[in-house]
């Protein structure tokens, strides 16, 4: 940025600069068709200011804004004219000495990218550094939450009374009134306590008495429950099988009341014509 700094203050005092150092006086000047020529119009004067307040990000943007100040001058003027000579002169020289800077310049910025990308690796390991460490500090909650859950799941077991002989052998038998899907379900209560049991297998033999005192407790309570659930449904279906019947049998006995009705009336009607 110092070298081009040199460069450009060596272009602004060079004789034939004056021309561009200011916007061009399109008013002044009666230059009606400037704005439809000169899509970007520039200036040196511009450009030193924005160098100046540091608006510019990189070298790069200066170069181009340099060449755009003689570029326009050479579009919008004629080759013969002065000011197109004037820019064209100032064009080749900035060139030359923008050539004597290039590698210099090209080295920068291969080492800023060499230097972001380092920035941009250490960011990313401290990101992974972090992830990592929340990831460790969460299975280290998670194990604290398995101990506690252990620990209350072992309260519960001692807190509860064991099942007798006789209310293993009405389970067993409650067992065998499941439905095939709640079967099912029962099946995998006893593996998720005994990760050995075949609970998907075509075939299993349940021994209830190795059971734990806790899976013996919840497949106690799921099937007095699917069983409930079994007898409402078939008592809802039995109801309504008994209503239908019902209804058939009262609407036979009022068209066998209709029919009866008839008859007497035409009876009546039969005897009151013989009088």
Not at 56 to 68: F, G, P, Q
Not at 175 to 185: A, Q, T
């Amino acid at each position: 940025m110092r070298q081009f700094a040199t460069m450009f203050r060596q272009i602004t005092q060079n004789k034939w600069a004056w021309p561009f150092m200011e916007p061009v006086d399109v008013k002044g000047l009666g230059l009606h068709d400037y704005y439809k020529v000169i899509e970007k119009p520039m200036d040196l004067g511009t450009i030193k200011k924005k160098m100046e307040g540091s608006d510019y990000s990189n070298v790069r943007e200066i170069y181009a804004d340099v060449r755009l100040v003689f570029k326009n001058a050479m579009k919008y003027n004629e080759a013969k004219e002065d000011v197109y000579v004037m820019a064209q002169s100032l064009l080749q020289k900035f060139e030359e000495k923008w050539i004597h800077i290039m590698p210099k310049l090209v080295e920068e910025e291969k080492k800023q990218a060499d230097e972001e990308a380092a920035e941009h690796a250490n960011k990313q390991l401290t990101l992974e550094a972090a992830q990592a460490e929340m990831t460790r500090d969460l299975s280290n909650e998670l194990y604290e939450i398995d101990l506690e859950l252990e620990r209350l799941r072992e309260s519960v077991v001692q807190r509860c009374r064991k099942l007798s002989t006789q209310e293993k052998k009405g389970l067993s038998a409650a067992l065998g009134r499941l439905s095939p899907e709640d079967l099912s379900k029962a099946l995998k209560m006893v593996s998720e306590s005994n990760p050995s049991f075949p609970a998907g297998a075509p075939e299993v033999e349940l021994d209830i008495d190795v059971q734990t005192d806790v899976t013996l407790w919840r497949l106690k309570v799921f099937v007095q429950e699917a069983l409930k659930a079994a007898a409402n449904k078939s008592s809802g279906g039995t109801n309504a099988q008994t209503n239908n019947n019902t209804g058939e049998v009262n609407k036979n006995n009022a068209k066998r009341r209709r029919e009866i009705s008839d008859a007497i009336n035409k009876a009546s009607i039969k005897r009151a014509k013989k009088a």
